[in-house]
C-alpha cells in the first residue's frame, strides 16, 4: 500500500535554531498539508500545498514557517528560530481529489520535534 | 469555523463487548467526515470517508454511520487489537484541509 514517508523520524533542536522536516508524498497525490499535535491535543491543521503554492493556512503557520517542494517527489517544512512551544509531532499528508471525492487522504508516520 | 466533538474522551471495553463512538459536527458545507485510527506514536490511518447522511461504511469490526449533525463509529466485538484513539475529521465546502476532533481512546482488554 503506498505510503507517506517522513524523515526524521525524530528531532532535537535548540530554540533559536532553524529545522527542516521532510516528507515524501504518495506518488501520484497533487495535494500536499502540514498538520501538529503538541502532546495530548487534537491534530491542527497548518498548510496545504497544490500546483507548487500555498493553497490555505492557518493562524499558525506565521512567517516562522514555510513551505518547499524542492524537487519532484520531496515535501519540506522549514521552521525558523524555533520556540520551546514548537515541540510536537508533525505529520505530513497527501491526497488526491477527483470530482470532489477523496482517494485516501493519507498521513505519514510524524517528525517528533523537541525543542530545548 | 469548522467544530468537531468527539465522545466519550475515553471508552474501556471487555472483549467482546461492542460500544458505539459519537462524533458531532458543524461544518459550512460538508464535503467528507473522516475517521482515523491512530496509534500511539504514529500517524493517524485512515479507516472511513463519509459524504452523505445515510451513508455507512464498514471494514471488519467497524461500521460508520453519517446523519446531518453526527457520525457514530460502531465497534462490533472487539479485539484488544482494536485499542486506540479513533479520530474524527471533516472537511468544509471549499476545503481542502480537515479539521479534528480531540479523539475517544478505545482501550479493549482481553
Known amino acids: 500500500e503506498p505510503e507517506v514517508t517522513q524523515t526524521p523520524s525524530h528531532q532535537v533542536t535548540q530554540m533559536g535554531q532553524e529545522v527542516i522536516l521532510r516528507c515524501v508524498p504518495i506518488s501520484n497525490h497533487l495535494y500536499f498539508y502540514w498538520y501538529r499535535q503538541i502532546l495530548g491535543q487534537k491534530v491542527e491543521f497548518l498548510v496545504s500545498?497544490?500546483?507548487?503554492?500555498?493553497?490555505?493556512k492557518s493562524e499558525i503557520f506565521d512567517d516562522q514557517f514555510s513551505v518547499e517542494r524542492p524537487d519532484g517527489s520531496n515535501f519540506t517544512l522549514k521552521i525558523r528560530s524555533t520556540k520551546l512551544e514548537d515541540s510536537a509531532m508533525y505529520f505530513c499528508?497527501?491526497?488526491?481529489?477527483?470530482?470532489?471525492?477523496?482517494?485516501?487522504?493519507?498521513f505519514g508516520s510524524g517528525t517528533r520535534l523537541t525543542v530545548v | 469555523e469548522d467544530q468537531v466533538t468527539q465522545s466519550p474522551e475515553a471508552l474501556r471495553l471487555q472483549e467482546g463487548e461492542s460500544s458505539s463512538l459519537n462524533c458531532s459536527y458543524t461544518v459550512s458545507g460538508l464535503r467528507g467526515l473522516f475517521w482515523y485510527r491512530q496509534d500511539p506514536g504514529k500517524g493517524p490511518e485512515f479507516l472511513f470517508t463519509l459524504y452523505s447522511a445515510g451513508e455507512e461504511k464498514e471494514k471488519e469490526r467497524l461500521k460508520a454511520t453519517l446523519t446531518k449533525k453526527e457520525s457514530f463509529l460502531h465497534i462490533t466485538a472487539p479485539k484488544p487489537e482494536d485499542s486506540a484513539t479513533y479520530l474524527c475529521a471533516v472537511r468544509g465546502a471549499n476545503d481542502y484541509k480537515l479539521s479534528f476532533g480531540a479523539g475517544t481512546t478505545v482501550t479493549v482488554r482481553a
Open positions: 500545498f497544490y500546483n507548487n503554492e500555498i493553497s490555505e
Open positions: 499528508a497527501s491526497s488526491e481529489w477527483v470530482g470532489g471525492e477523496n482517494y485516501g487522504y493519507t
